[in-house]
């Protein structure tokens, strides 16, 4: 074999395995484009468009209305009260997830008994599909016959009268959210406990032993390990949170006054309640770049490289 065919044989080895490489990825890729490129191209541009039900029915295109959906949508005042629910229950619910989710992490990784018992047990509110999970947190707030109504009868030892959370504007949020955690603490904790045992002993047995505190292990060592597995792990709750429509709309479907109407609850009712799919689609476009500017913002703030 002569020495010129060797590279020639290493550069055709190589093409061919990056036209394998192509080939493993074009089914994933050709997904990705119809299925969730081609539709949201089209969401924008049919918010721009005055686009009803008898459209759909009728074969016809919509007609062109530029800003026309937006501005209805702010005069109406209906956005606005959107945006702001949707980001109080996002940010709420995240923060609360991530503190919840860490404190139980830390629980597990401590080695106590049934430590492996309790992770199985763990997961079954997330294998629960959402729509089950929120049947479920109804009958739990129901306030006639509702078990969180027994368990504080039970626990007073006398009658409430008044314990309607998902009938009053100013608890209906605190309901879902509380709703939310139970579903997704389980996979937040789950993904931190693989960041806590990826933790290196040795760097942790040198610490102590040259006298760093408990507290200081976890600052200066445990934290900083940690911080890939923290970002994506917040990273997807944000966006789990910020696309939640399951729950509102089997708990509250967006009442009570529009107390829990978030903009998934408003895009759904604009296009689908009010026959307007150009409105319909203006929310969910709006909804679709807050959602990517607020997980583009915090990936900017936190800029976490694991340690070598």
Do not use: C, H
């Not at 026309?68 to 995240?94: G, H, R, S």
């Not at 503190?99 to 597990?108: E, K, Q």
């Not at 900083?224 to 939640?244: A, D, G, H, L, R």
């Amino acid at each position: 074999m002569s020495k010129a065919s060797v590279p020639a044989r290493r550069l055709k080895a190589a093409t061919g395995d990056k036209l394998f490489s192509l080939g493993l990825l074009l089914p994933a890729i050709l997904l990705t484009f119809v299925f969730i490129l081609v539709p949201v191209i089209d969401s924008i541009i049919k918010s721009f468009t005055e686009y009803k039900i008898k459209n759909v029915i009728s074969g016809q295109p919509g007609t062109w209305n530029n800003f026309e959906n937006y501005i209805k949508l702010f005069q109406n005042d209906k956005l606005m009260p959107a945006i702001i629910t949707t980001f109080i229950f996002v940010f709420a619910v995240v923060i609360a997830q991530f503190l919840i989710g860490f404190i139980l992490a830390v629980i597990l990784d401590s080695k106590i008994r049934g430590s492996r018992f309790l992770r199985s047990i763990m997961m079954m509110p997330w294998v629960v599909p959402t729509m089950i999970s929120g049947m479920v947190w109804l009958w739990i707030y129901q306030p006639q016959y509702g078990l969180l109504r027994y368990l504080v009868q039970v626990v007073t030892g006398g009658s409430v009268l008044d314990f309607a959370i998902l009938n009053n504007p100013n608890t209906a949020l605190l309901g879902i959210g509380i709703a939310a955690l139970w579903k997704q603490v389980p996979l937040t904790t789950l993904l931190l406990l693989a960041g806590l045992q990826s933790v290196p002993n040795d760097m942790l047995e040198a610490a102590t032993v040259d006298g760093a505190s408990t507290l200081r292990r976890f600052v200066s060592i445990v934290i900083p390990y940690m911080m890939s597995v923290i970002k994506v792990t917040v990273s997807m709750s944000i966006i789990e949170n910020f696309k939640q429509f399951p729950l509102f709309w089997t708990m509250t479907g967006g009442g009570p006054d529009g107390s829990t109407t978030t903009l998934a609850i408003l895009s759904y009712r604009e296009a689908f309640v009010s026959n307007n799919l150009g409105s319909g689609a203006a929310v969910t476009t709006v909804w679709m770049l807050l959602m990517i500017l607020v997980v583009f913002v915090y990936n900017k703030i936190f800029r976490a490289e694991p340690m070598d």
